[in-house]
């Protein structure tokens, strides 16, 4: 873990140019009409999950090529979100995806975590890669598919897995269990698109009742996978049915970069919210297609309208939804890529809370496109840095996370702990 007092020896220095920042950034928010602590305060009450799988590197066309003294095992990829945690005070939760994750004593990694003040979100299943933990033992296969697999022995397995999911998730404490199918078809004709739906409803409400109390099951939309023809959860409007006849506690989750280009989602984020169907969010950009890119790198205009709209639909507030960065650091360490999307998400949501919404309201009503876009890009062009990093400040964190992780010269000691050649386990 980092200590407290490590991240106060990195705050230090910078006490007196943040202070002068943090006064200037404080008489913006004033100016336009925010009450400076509360958007603190709710800055500082925000988190976003770390996924297991982002503590390693992905692979570039390239190859693989790893950053050093990445996790070997559970309780190491524990140990990067704490750190990453202690960084921003922003990352307190970890979402693990079984059975890349899959420890046998789960009653000792969720003491692991408790340890590290790290607790769990969502839990993810994986149906779409074949392993014996998740095709009985390796009588089925999901070539075809898993949920909307024509074969019941396949559906059953699948059904399996994600019921093993919950009950795995239960003992370590998380709430949700996210479901992302593979299922589609490769070629025109392969696939009868009704029946391979009617199929996944029927899986999906069995996961369903199945939730324990207090549980929520997300069903995650993507319209293409490499050589695809069709998926079954291909868009918004697929997931909504998929979660209205899952069943009241299934609900919709959005991953940025699983939409086809130009697809307005910010609209599709106020379509869920105003049907009560919203429940999730993995953050990513992108440029072409599904890239998982480091948040706000590519589209930060796109992610502060998305912002807006989860800040209107909680009432000026973020609502209570569960929030995953879902990305793949392939060239950059891991590490300081979550760094960077924490920093992107929080700075979306200063901004988002300093939208003057009375005001943009008035423009809507007298039908003013420039007043309107004025209100936004007042708060959009702010400076809101320093107002995040006081945020981070009091939550013990550090007012520079990029700088601190650098200076702490974390990699280097985790290269030392755990060896130069050390790769994670995931993707
Ligand atoms: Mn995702």
């Known amino acids: 873990m980092i200590a407290a007092d490590r991240i106060a020896a990195c705050n230090a220095p910078l006490a007196d140019v943040h202070a002068r920042e943090l006064e200037a950034a404080l008489a913006t928010a004033s100016r336009l ?4 602590e509360d958007v603190i305060g709710e800055l ?5 999950a770390a996924p297991s799988w982002a503590l390693g590197t992905g692979g570039t066309r390239f190859g693989r090529f790893p950053a050093g003294g990445e996790p070997r095992t559970l309780e190491e990829k524990i140990d990067d979100v704490a750190a990453l945690n202690a960084l921003t005070g922003a990352n307190r939760t ?17 003491g692991h975590a408790a340890d590290r003040d790290v607790t769990f979100d969502a839990m993810n299943s994986n149906t779409f890669q074949d392993n014996p933990a998740t095709t009985d033992g390796g009588k089925v296969s999901y070539k075809f598919g898993s949920f909307a697999h024509t074969d019941a022995a396949v559906r059953e397995a699948a059904v399996a897995h994600n019921l093993r999911c919950i009950e795995l998730g239960d003992q370590l404490g ?4 996210s479901i992302w199918l593979g299922d589609g078809a490769n070629h025109p004709g392969q696939a009868d698109f009704r029946g391979q739906f009617e199929r996944v409803v029927e ?19 993507k319209p293409f996978e490499p050589a695809f023809y069709a998926t079954v959860n291909q868009d918004w409007g697929s997931s909504l049915l998929l979660a209205q006849a899952a069943g009241e506690r299934a609900r ?6 699983h939409h086809l280009p130009g697809a307005n989602i910010e609209q599709i984020v ?31 205009y796109q992610l502060f309208l998305i912002v807006c709209e989860l800040v209107s639909a909680g009432d000026g ?20 890529d979550l760094l960077q999307s924490t920093e992107a998400i929080h700075v979306a949501l200063a901004q988002a809370l300093l939208v003057d919404r009375p005001g943009l309201a008035v423009a809507q009503r007298d039908n003013d496109p420039a007043m309107a876009e004025e209100v936004l890009h007042a708060a959009f062009r702010s400076d809101v840095r320093p107002l995040v990093a006081e945020a981070r400040r009091r939550n013990g964190a550090a007012l520079r996370p990029l700088r601190a992780f650098r200076d702490l010269a974390y990699r280097r000691e985790r290269i030392a702990e755990r060896g130069e050649s050390a790769v994670s386990t995931g993707l």
């Open 33 to 36: 009409g925010a009450d400076p």
């Open 44 to 48: 500082a009450r925000f988190s976003v």
């Open 94 to 110: 970890i979402s693990l995806h079984v059975p890349w994750d899959d420890p046998p004593d789960a009653d000792a990694v969720r």
């Open 174 to 177: 998380s709430r949700a269990l």
């Open 203 to 221: 899986g999906l409400r069995r996961v369903h009742d199945h939730l324990p109390d207090g549980w929520v099951l997300f069903t995650e939309h």
């Open 252 to 257: 919709c989750l959005v991953d940025l970069g």
């Open 270 to 300: 106020s379509r869920l919210a105003m049907v009560g169907r919203l429940g999730g969010f993995h953050f990513n950009d992108s440029k072409y297609g599904d890239d998982d890119l480091t948040s706000g790198s590519v589209t930060p």
């Open 317 to 336: 507030r973020m609502p209570d939804l569960a929030y995953m960065l879902d990305q793949s650091a392939n060239v950059k360490d891991p590490l300081e």
